[in-house]
């Protein structure tokens, strides 16, 4: 992992003492219904197939941890505020929370000491400012200015700095991911644009990559040793283009199903083979029996006995 990958949040320094203090993932849950985005069929499903499909070199199952929909807290001066992101990735954290082996009610950083090592953000309608931040551009609307205006309630408003000082606002997602998380990999992709972005933090601040979606991996992640790209097929029987996980020479890592179909057509395929073999066993030492019953009947013909041969 680079060095920049490494500046840790402070709310990652602490004593064991102040932890003692502070809210843990038992006191802060998941359950919070006011979060711009309504889910969909396709924010339940692509997490899913990045989970399914995540393959890391370096790090074993029980040593890692992804989330969907759960919050991230973040905060320790506002120890309620959290950001919900649609898929991420923990590295260097037990896959189970701790000794009473229940699933997280949510991702508390201070608890954990490590905050998300990848976030990606699946677009929905009016979330692209939220979770584009300054990038946001043209290319990313999502609902044109017509449907805007005649719904202007449905466009969230971003305050600036002092707003949200003045008002104690949470900030927006690009910003706790950018400045408080300081998450190394930080992906976007709209199913309504097609377009997938890619920001990588230098330390300080996150800058855009180059991402090429006409191939596999579009995104190569260095320290993770492991890329990402543009599947066009179909998942749980719906057209993509899916993001999935691959290698570096743009194979796409299996989901477990997949995985366990392809094993058991090998496994058939074995066994269509042995039994073809053991037909073709069969048949070469009938012919070979037919050929010495022919052989041993010309020999009497002859006048020899085949048993004293």
């Known amino acids: 992992m680079t060095s920049a990958t490494r500046q840790l949040p402070d709310q990652l320094n602490l004593s064991a003492e102040i932890l003692k203090t502070l809210p843990t993932m038992y006191d802060l849950p998941s359950e919070y219904p006011d979060e711009p985005g309504l889910p969909d069929e396709f924010h339940d499903l692509q997490p899913q197939l990045l989970s399914r499909t995540l393959r890391l070199k370096d790090y074993a199952t029980s040593n890692r941890f992804t989330g969907t929909d759960l919050n991230v807290y973040y905060d320790l001066n506002h120890t309620g505020w959290h950001k919900r992101p649609d898929w991420f990735l923990a590295v260097d954290v037990p896959r189970i929370y701790d000794e009473s082996q229940q699933p997280r009610n949510s991702y508390v950083v201070w608890q954990e000491q490590q905050a998300p090592t990848v976030v ?94 006409d191939q596999a991996p579009a995104i190569w992640l260095s320290n993770l040793k492991i890329g990402l790209g543009l599947w066009d097929d179909y998942f749980e029987d719906l057209p993509g283009p899916w993001l999935r996980w691959c290698d570096a020479n743009g194979n796409w890592f299996l989901t477990d199903t997949e995985q366990e179909r392809l094993e058991k057509e090998a496994a ?21 029996q037919e050929e010495a019953k022919k052989l041993a009947q010309k020999l009497k013909e002859l006048g020899s006995d085949p048993r004293t041969l």
Do not use: C, W
């Open 268 to 288: 058939q395929k074995a066994a269509q083979q042995a039994q073809i073999e053991t037909q073709q066993a069969q048949k070469a030492a009938q012919q070979a």
């Open 120 to 213: 990606v953000e699946f677009l929905s309608l009016n979330t692209e400012r939220q979770d584009l931040g300054r990038f946001y551009g043209e290319a990313d609307k999502i609902i044109d200015e017509e449907m805007r205006e005649k719904n202007p309630a449905s466009v969230p408003k971003l305050l600036t700095d002092e707003e949200r000082a003045s008002k104690k606002t949470p900030p927006d997602k690009f910003t706790v991911y950018e400045q408080y998380l300081k998450v190394p990999h930080y992906i976007v992709y709209s199913r309504y644009t097609k377009r997938l972005r890619y920001f990588k933090h230098d330390g300080s601040r996150y800058e855009e990559q180059p991402v090429h979606t």
